[in-house]
């Protein structure tokens, strides 16, 4: 059975618990750097179970979620209560053929987007973390709270890649 959008926030947000997600995101391109290097490029594709994400599709999957998560930020700061579109990382992932995207590109890009999220945000004003969008299946999410969001998702898709790279599921 699927989780409803509820368990997926959950979901996330339970690997988030007790840590700062700023320092989480911070370090999240270093530790993603660090996972993938000397791998081959059959160890970064190798899907470690039918309908599951090879590495590199989990860092291309990574790198549109910074562009998702950037913009949802931008909207929300300019226009406070905006509307947060969803959208399907699944048909994400067919359409932009993650399957032969190449893993230190996706990389690379996914860095230089963190990089200027994370430099708007150090420059962001206290009040403005609590402007918020209307999810369209979560609901009511702040700055505040896409950030730890984020920084869940992080940790949950670096533990993913850490079992590929031991050989797991």
Do not use: C
């Not at 995101?25 to 000397?38: D, S, T, W």
Request: glycine fraction near 8%; hydrophobic fraction near 35%; charge should be positive.
């Amino acid at each position: 059975m699927q989780e409803t959008p509820q368990q997926y926030t959950q979901r996330i947000l339970g690997h988030i618990e007790g840590k700062d997600p700023l320092k989480v995101q911070r370090e999240a391109p270093k530790k993603l750097a660090g996972l993938i290097r000397g791998l081959s490029r059959k160890q970064l594709t190798r899907k470690p179970a039918p309908g599951k994400w090879s590495i590199s599709e989990i860092l291309a999957h990574l790198a549109d979620t910074e562009i998702v998560v950037g913009w949802r930020l931008r909207h929300i700061l300019g226009n406070n209560g905006a509307p947060i579109q969803a959208y399907d990382q699944n048909v994400w992932a067919e359409t932009f053929d993650y399957a032969h995207r190449d893993a230190k590109e996706s990389l690379e890009f996914f860095q230089v987007l963190r990089a200027r999220n994370l430099a708007m945000l150090k420059a962001l004003p206290k009040e403005l973390w609590e402007n918020y969008g209307m999810h369209q299946e979560r609901g009511k999410e702040s700055i505040a709270h896409l950030v730890r969001l984020y920084a869940g998702h992080d940790l949950n898709h670096l533990g993913q890649m850490e079992k590929i790279v031991e050989g797991g599921s």
